[in-house]
């Protein structure tokens, strides 16, 4: 029976180390996600998983996808009628030319995106509207990838503060059924944190490359962002509405999704009797092959979890928790950090989840496996969603070519020490 137990738990890790490099190559070009959900497949045959698993995991995770999907749609209609793109032409000519004002201003940007559009979002609007930036302001090689790795890394970082901000948020929030105003208060200093170390780190690493000037009047006219000026002037009253929501909510312990499905809903109904077409190309530009991908994912890593990797995560885990102070604040999210970084965030907070829910290790568990599968993943370019669909649109806007190692050896030095500074502004 043990040979039996064993033999499963190999073949699995076999199927997901497959699916990934799969989804990392992407032959033929069809989409990672249906990679994903080939490797879900192989586990059904092989009898890893079940379809009684299927209605588990998405108990898990339904919640997550709904949300995800309503507030990346959310934010596709308000980034076309011009919304971001007029910020962010504000702050190209509020710097007057200076770049590194610019590049301080855009990070803040970049942060508030991520945590009310979640780190999804971020990456699909801003890394974009960078691009138009780089590419209006005539600047060097060297300067642009300051930037646009900083945006990428931010999108990330900044995804802690509300339940909503980030897939993983919503994931653990919903297992340990966390109101919206508890996880908030736990996770602002945290996020205010990350925020703040992530910008100084990459200011310092980036400093010479962002001592330029550019040209104020190669800049866009912010008037001139604007597609749709009903929806543009409906956009803040909108989100301040949806956060209001979230939190009054929150306290008769509603989920997430019945509020971000139904703002999509009436949004999407404004649009569409104004604009059809924009509903229907904000529809195909949404993320479905995340969504499917990382449900593929999920059924994948429940699978291995069955199959004996949930015993061992939570014994690890068990042990890094009964660690002297300070190593049992830290080590716990260094290591669901790793498992972000090399098994995809969301499979990894799951999993994660699930292991703790087995310990009696406290909350600072919960939060620890949230904030290492919100910044971990960044030592690796396939830890995150957000940073999957941050290398698809720099590829299909034509940017930079950045390759695993730079991005790696950037993630490593900036996510570490942001990493361990979060972790231990958790317990203040």
């Known amino acids: 029976m043990q040979q039996a137990y064993n033999t499963q738990l190999i073949l699995s890790i076999v199927v997901f180390l497959a699916t990934l490099l799969l989804v990392l190559k992407n032959p033929k070009k069809i989409g990672i996600g249906w990679w994903a959900m080939a490797g879900a497949f192989v586990c059904f045959l092989l009898g890893i998983t079940t379809f009684e698993d299927v209605v588990v995991v998405w108990g898990i995770v339904g919640n997550a996808t709904l949300t995800f999907v309503s507030i990346i749609i959310i934010t596709l209609l308000f980034d076309e009628a011009g919304y971001f793109e007029y910020i962010a032409a504000k702050i190209a000519r509020f710097s007057k030319g200076n770049l590194f004002r610019a590049f301080i201003l855009f990070l803040l940007f970049d942060a508030v995106i991520g945590a009310l559009f979640a780190n999804d979002g971020a990456a699909l609007v801003l890394t974009p509207i960078a691009i138009s930036f780089i590419r209006a302001t005539g600047m060097d090689s060297k300067s642009s990838l300051a930037l646009i790795m900083s945006v990428g890394f931010v999108a990330d970082s900044s995804s802690l503060p509300l339940v909503t901000s980030n897939l993983v948020n919503i994931v653990s929030a919903t297992?340990?059924?966390?109101?919206?105003?508890?996880?908030?208060?736990?996770?602002?200093?945290?996020?205010?944190?990350?925020?703040?170390?992530?910008?100084?780190?990459?200011?310092?690493?980036?400093?010479?490359?962002?001592?330029?000037?550019?040209?104020?009047?190669?800049?866009?006219?912010?008037?001139?962002?604007?597609?749709?000026?009903?929806?543009?002037?409906?956009?803040?009253?909108?989100?301040?509405?949806?956060?209001?929501?979230?939190?009054?909510?929150?306290?008769?312990?509603?989920?997430?999704?019945?509020?971000?499905?139904?703002?999509m809903i009436l949004l999407v109904g404004i649009y569409y009797l104004r604009n059809k077409s924009t509903v229907i190309k904000a529809a195909k530009g949404a993320p479905w092959q995340v969504v499917i991908f990382s449900f593929g994912m999920y059924l994948i890593v429940f699978g291995m979890s069955s199959a004996g990797l949930l015993q061992i995560i939570a014994s690890v885990v068990s042990h890094l928790a009964s660690l002297q102070y300070p190593l049992n604040l830290i080590m716990p999210g260094y290591f669901f950090s790793l498992m972000a970084a090399f098994m995809n965030n969301m499979p990894s907070v799951m999993i994660g989840s699930i292991a703790i829910a087995h310990l009696s290790g406290g909350s600072h568990l919960i939060y620890s496996n949230v904030i290492g599968n919100d910044i971990g993943p960044k030592f690796t370019p396939i830890g995150s969603l957000a940073t999957l669909l941050w290398l698809h649109t720099i590829r299909s806007k034509g940017g930079l070519a950045i390759g695993s190692s730079y991005y790696m050896k950037i993630g490593f030095i900036v996510a570490l020490p942001v990493l361990t500074l979060t972790l231990f502004s958790l317990y203040i």
Not at 175 to 200: A, K, Q, R
Not at 243 to 255: G, V
């Open 175 to 263: 297992y340990f059924s966390m109101t919206y105003l508890d996880y908030f208060i736990h996770m602002i200093i945290p996020d205010l944190v990350s925020v703040g170390s992530s910008i100084l780190i990459l200011t310092l690493i980036y400093r010479k490359s962002i001592k330029r000037s550019y040209s104020v009047e190669s800049a866009s006219d912010p008037g001139q962002t604007i597609r749709d000026w009903v929806i543009f002037r409906l956009a803040t009253p909108y989100i301040v509405l949806m956060i209001a929501a979230y939190f009054l909510t929150s306290i008769f312990r509603i989920e997430v999704a019945f509020v971000a499905v139904p703002a």
